[in-house]
């Protein structure tokens, strides 16, 4: 291989990943801000949103044959950010304070959808509670339009139990 | 010496009063270890999931860990998690299959019924110690099955498992009848925490009363979703089921795996459902099957099983650590052998409602968190009001407290008379 392949080699692969920590950055700023229908806006119509139980393996655990804590089609994430807007959400009102931290961010691209692996702790403080949420995300990402959108978003907790937090109220 | 637990309970009057410090008070919490967690039978398990001999799972039960086992025979063993020697927990695994297991310690191993199997460096204790009954895994003091169900209790004495259940025993039939195969735990365990008293949940789990308001938003879900909403009205009754477990049964709008159709689930899920519902008939009749189609019920087994058999059906346990803290752990129980359709559904609408990352369980979570915060208020404003639906004739609404105060006179009972 000569050294101008392997540079545009190297080139491409941080270009993929530089795109992809663009997108899951701006996601994260979304999610914090609570710009809801922004952050919903970056899915695409048949996207899936899940949430797995800490006692499965999340990577490969499948919602249709084990229980999840969130299961999301396109449809009922729609409603769960309609749902967040409502003052009856009562445990998002007042609504939380958040702060995503999004690191080591890999990306690799498989035919038409990219998979990337990111680790996250996601803060979550409200009146006397302050609690953090620590995994990774699993991300498909297609492009559509020539923006990457999300196809499917894992996110795997990387904790032994829900122990304090008892809810995800919040979007991770 | 009793505890003088303060509830008034005043029929004539229509007044049911519990004093908030049976949620905050440090001594009625050791009260409660000591007169009901260590006196009732308590859920361990479902046999579903000990598949075969050699199966275990370790699990925290009234605060004392537990490893449920299978041993070669097949056989169902409650053993207590601690090495005899020092008392390190022998098994630190949450689930697998093993024929032995090795204090990671000092190397002593034990069968799946707790016999010592192996003991290194024997030579240094004498002849006949290592058959010694103190150096082998305790059992549980009890444990029985009901069905599938698995309970223990911490007391050597009792009246038997079936006696304590009561009527609740027949909804635990009810739920087994679903299928002619039995039923099964899925895998995935939804384990959390709130921080509030148990006591509350309890409440909270067969409240039938906070619906409109606290899930609100659930409800709205339910219409925003094309054909989410079947035809049947919320409405339904609360029956006392004996002993302190009691339950609210009722119609609800919500699809029902088991075997009520919505809509949403299209004319290919309709015929599947008509095929459930009709070999529920001809297996059990049509009252049987129409009560077990048809009908949701929120059940508590007193002190704190609850088995809502609703648009899913969930078990679920919790034990407190604290006057406000509990753990919380929470299981989908489904048909053995439904077919992967209505599995699929079952799941999905499971966690529709119910969970930690639901569109209900959060604002109930919220709810209990912030009556025990608001507790701390103290001063004259020291009593909960559980009376609704007293005064009034015939049977108790299910959106009533009637099932609360069977649960609370049972708590009463319970520490009142305790060591009396």
Known sequence: MTTSTMDRK????????????????????????????????LFTEDAHYYVPPSDVDGDTADPETSLFYIVDDHVRLRERIVRLGKIGAH?????????????????HRDGDIIHSRASFIVSRAKDITHDLFVGHYLHELVERDGQLKIQKKTCVLDMEALRPHARISILL | MGVETGIINDKDAARFLVPRRAFTDRGVFE???????????????????????????????????????????????????????????????????????????????????????????????PKGFKTDPQKQMVHVPRMERFGDFFFISFAKDGEDL????????????????????????IGGTQEYAIRGN???????????????????TY?????????????????????????????VEYTAPWGRPVANWVPLWGEEGKKE?????????????????????????????????????????????FFPTAPDYMEINAWAIAPVGESEWRRKFRLY????????????????????????QGYAVGGDAQYNDISKGMAREGVPSFDDEAQMRAFWVEWDRRLSEYGA
Request: hydrophobic share 40%; aromatic share 10%.
């Open chain 2, 198 to 216: 148990w006591k509350l949940l309890a409440e909270n789990s067969f409240d039938g009363y906070h619906a409109a308001c606290n899930h609100s």
């Open chain 2, 219 to 247: 409800l709205e879900y339910l219409g925003n979703t094309k054909g989410a909403l079947g035809v049947d009205p919320l409405k339904g009754e609360a029956i006392d089921l004996g002993h302190g477990h009691a339950m």
């Open chain 2, 273 to 317: 459902i008509d095929g459930v519902y009709n070999e529920l008939e001809s297996r059990l009749g049509a009252d049987r099957a129409q009560r077990i189609a048809k009908k949701s019920r929120n059940m508590v087994i007193f002190p704190n099983l609850v088995i809502n058999d609703v648009m899913a059906v969930t078990v679920r346990t």
């Open chain 2, 31 to 125: 009260a409660e270890y000591k007169a009901i967690f260590d006196n009732c039978w308590l859920y361990l398990g479902h046999a579903s999931e000990l598949p075969e001999p050699g199966s275990f799972l370790t699990r925290t039960v009234a605060r004392r860990p537990v490893l449920f086992t299978r041993d070669k025979d097949g056989e169902y063993n409650a053993l207590l998690n601690a090495c005899p020697h020092r008392g390190a927990l022998v098994c630190r695994e949450r689930h697998g299959k093993s024929r032995a297991f090795m204090c990671m310690y000092h190397g002593w191993t034990f069968g799946s019924d707790g016999h010592l199997m192996t003991l290194p460096g024997s030579s240094g204790y």
């Open chain 2, 162 to 185: 079936a006696t304590y259940l009561a009527d609740a025993g027949d909804i635990l039939n009810l739920l087994s009848e679903q299928s002619p195969q039995g039923m099964e735990i």
């Open chain 1, 10 to 41: 190297l080139d491409d692969a941080l270009l993929l990943r530089l795109r992809v920590e663009d997108l899951l950055y701006h996601e994260a700023d979304l999610i914090d801000r609570w710009q809801l229908e922004e952050w919903f806006a």
């Open chain 1, 91 to 107: 445990s998002e009102h007042p609504r939380s304070k958040l702060r995503h931290l999004v690191t080591n961010v890999r990306a």
């Open chain 2, 349 to 372: 609408n499971f966690t529709e409602f119910l969970g930690p990352g639901g569109f209900a369980t959060p604002d109930d979570v919220e709810a209990i968190e912030k009556c025990q």
